[in-house]
């Protein structure tokens, strides 16, 4: 089993929309969680943290369910901007970042 | 807004050279990190550092790389007797701290391509 795996994707919705993208992990004792964005051909950037409560920034929801090893990430009023490859992203013991394949977002107009 | 910066950002190189990433960490950040992006798939972890030593190495980080920081503000990734499969984009990150929590800032990249 793939230690980060992800919604295969891609997602093509129209700009407004709401999406959400799914994530879950095989290592029971990861510390820590994130989503970053990747635009094409450039570096990670990070999105947010993932807390176990559930975390808002703007339009950007994060939840985290420790039992099931399951993190999401919800976008709503989707703008053209928001085009990206969303990684989910894993903080093992030793502090190394584990990455998943990444979910492709499109936003349409 | 403080960045980590990489050089050079684009490397063609002939297979079986030597290379060397440079990259310059934030400047208050004590934990640093290469991943490589081989195109189309993943992020992979390769290395990190902290203390002078490396702290951590996946299976990739082989006896064909060696990481330095060779003074204050560089840290550098050595590729030694590169082979086609070496061709991809490497990130260098850095961390102020190892908390929980505390994300990884990413550089650029460096686009290494081997001939």
């Known amino acids: 089993r793939k230690e980060v795996e992800q919604d295969p994707g891609p997602f093509n919705v129209p700009e407004g929309a709401t999406v959400a993208f799914n994530c879950t992990y095989s290592?029971?004792?990861?510390?820590?969680f994130f989503w970053y964005r990747q635009d094409c051909r450039k570096e990670p950037k990070l999105l947010m943290s993932?807390?176990?409560s559930g975390n808002e920034d703007g339009r950007f929801t994060a939840q985290l369910n420790r039992a099931s090893q399951y993190i999401s990430l919800l976008i709503r009023d989707s703008k053209l901007s928001d085009s990206a490859t969303y990684l989910c992203?894993?903080?093992?013991?030793?502090?190394?970042?584990?990455f998943g394949p990444g979910t492709r977002l499109s936003v349409l107009p | 807004e403080p960045e980590v910066t990489q050089t050079p950002s684009h490397q063609v190189t002939q297979m079986g050279q030597e290379v060397i990433l440079r990259c310059v960490p934030i400047s208050n950040h004590l934990y640093f990190y290469w991943y490589r992006q081989i195109l189309g798939q993943k992020v992979e972890f390769l290395v990190s550092?902290?203390?002078?030593?490396?702290?951590?190495k996946s299976e990739i980080f082989d006896d064909q790389f060696s990481v330095e920081r060779p003074d204050g503000s560089n840290f550098t990734l050595k590729i030694r007797s590169t082979k086609l499969e070496d061709s991809a984009m490497y990130f260098c990150?850095?961390?102020?701290?190892?908390?929980?929590?505390?994300?990884?800032?990413f550089g650029d990249g460096t686009r290494l391509s081997i001939l």
């Open positions: 550092f902290y203390n002078n030593e490396i702290s951590e």
């Open positions: 992203v894993v903080e093992n013991y030793g502090q190394n970042f584990v």
């Open positions: 290592n029971s004792a990861s510390q820590s």
């Open positions: 990150a850095s961390r102020e701290t190892g908390m929980s929590n505390q994300p990884q800032h």
């Open positions: 993932v807390y176990s």
